[in-house]
């Protein structure tokens, strides 16, 4: 359905508005957000565009930023990590105008991301919450193809040279616009306030524009603030990963031999959650501290290669690329069952295992299809190599959830107010320790939890003030 925003069903709308009146309840520092800061509208004015999952607690991320003055436009950032019933209860309250749906094509997906950040008059927004950096690469790069054209007129984007699919729907975006508005993303860029980022790998982007003094406008990196990593990547992979495994495949996962790859915050939370469903859990790792961290919490650490003939269940979480190549595939057991909890789709040699000889490929039910290979034997692969935990599930819940969702309301008031005092360069950022603590804070009365006061004195003896910080911005939790 279409009018200012596509979504599946509209009629989804009451369905969705129930789960967000539930979820509202598990997001206190949301919640908070609003109580405290709504009543001074410090958003008014401002035309925020969000590449985010577009989930129940999305949607109250959406309706806290609007609750504070903003005007919101909003797209997915997974083809299968939207829940329909969340995007059209958004859609119907005209919270915002959203452009999501489960099940998008790869055209579809980078047309809504560029529905989602063109506003009426061909206007772009002050600010963007991005989940991975797509929204904001599409930016960079339909400014850097509309220098590479007006320096030589004869140059244009070729989707069809690009080596992947997702390439090509991404550069079919850039000629489009190139031909319909030459400056519009320089115009756009010009304007853009600053973009508070989500996760490790859009993070990783962003730091590699600003090495080489290429970003365009300043940004937050939410990724690593303690109360986002240390709590959305490690507490809700540990329970989304069994979540959407469970759901898509029925398996028992006890007594199963199950590989995690990468051993980072995602892939600590992804080894206890399925040690604690009794599986038998090995890691492979490349770096020696996250190695031994496994070892010492009594993982077996292997190479992928002496795992691949005995294994269950193969999940990938190290925000690399080509982690299990399609030879790998070809060599495990049949009916192993292989999923990502990386961001992006390029974990799971997925275009490799497209072109081996004689592959079929029997869909069980949506996002688990079942790869045969000639000789007979199977794997099953969950989400297309997507997202598993949001393309089988429903993602992660909105308690540890809330955490992350306010430190992206955090810092886009921090953006937004700090457009008056010239506070951000063309640089990223992390929040201060201090806000860091308080969105901890807000969320330990929702679990009965009672904090201790520090004495002056001891604050003194630890060179902390009472209120805090209390650690230094190098500690690591």
Not at 322 to 337: C, E, G, Q, V, W
Request: aromatic residues 8%; hydrophobic residues 40%.
């Amino acid at each position: 359905m279409e009018g200012d925003f596509l979504v599946k069903d509209l009629s989804l709308a009451d369905w969705g508005r129930k789960e967000i009146n539930l979820a509202e309840v598990e997001m206190p520092g949301l919640m908070a957000c609003r109580a405290e800061f709504g009543p001074s509208q410090p958003l008014a004015g401002a035309k925020i565009s969000g590449s985010l999952h577009m989930t129940i607690q999305t949607a109250v991320l959406i309706e806290t930023l609007k609750s504070l003055g903003a005007q919101v436009r909003w797209c997915s950032c997974n083809i299968f990590s939207t829940q329909d019933h969340a995007a059209a209860a958004i859609a119907a309250n005209h919270s915002a105008a959203v452009f999501a749906w489960k099940g998008m094509s790869l055209d579809e997906y980078w047309e809504a991301t560029d529905k989602a950040i063109t506003w009426p008059d061909n206007d772009g927004p002050y600010l963007i919450v991005d989940d991975g950096g797509d929204m904001t690469l599409l930016v960079h790069l339909g400014v850097e193809w509309e220098l590479k054209h007006e320096a030589d007129p004869s140059v244009w984007p070729d989707p069809e040279a690009q080596k992947s699919e997702e390439e090509k729907a991404l550069f079919k975006i850039i000629k489009k616009n190139l031909e319909t508005n030459p400056h519009k993303w320089r115009t756009m860029a010009e304007r853009i306030v600053g973009v508070s980022e989500e996760t490790t790998t859009g993070v990783m982007r962003l730091y590699e524009k600003s090495k080489a003094g290429k970003l365009l406008f300043p940004a937050i990196n939410v990724n690593d603030s303690v109360t986002k990593s240390k709590f959305d990547n490690i507490y809700g992979c540990r329970h989304s990963l069994p979540d959407g495994i469970m759901r898509a495949t029925d398996v028992m996962i006890a007594g199963k031999q199950i590989v995690v790859c990468g051993y980072g915050d995602v892939g600590k939370g992804c080894a206890a959650a399925m040690r604690a469903c009794g599986a038998r859990v090995f890691v492979t790792e490349v770096d020696p501290i996250c190695a031994l961290q496994a070892c010492m919490e009594g993982y077996s650490v292997k190479t992928l290669a002496s795992l691949l003939p005995t294994a269950d269940i193969f999940v990938t979480a190290t925000g690399n690329k080509n982690i299990i190549l399609a030879s790998d595939m070809n060599k495990m057991k049949n009916n192993a069952i292989v999923g990502n909890i990386g961001h992006f789709d390029n974990e799971i040699d997925m275009s490799g295992l497209s072109e081996i000889n004689g592959l079929k490929v029997e869909n069980i039910k949506p996002q688990v299809d079942r790869f045969i290979f000639p000789d007979g034997h199977a794997i099953i692969i969950l989400a297309s190599g997507r997202l598993l935990n949001l393309g089988c599930a429903t993602g992660h819940p909105s308690f540890v959830m809330s955490c992350s969702f306010t430190n992206q309301t955090i810092a886009q008031l921090d953006l937004w107010s700090g457009r008056l005092t010239g506070k951000y360069e063309k640089q990223v950022y992390t929040l201060p320790k201090i806000l860091d603590e308080k969105v901890a804070r807000l969320h330990l009365p929702a679990l009965q939890a009672e904090l201790s006061v520090l004495t002056e004195d001891q604050a003194k003896y630890i060179g902390v003030t009472v209120e805090g910080p209390y650690k230094k911005p190098e500690y690591r939790y």
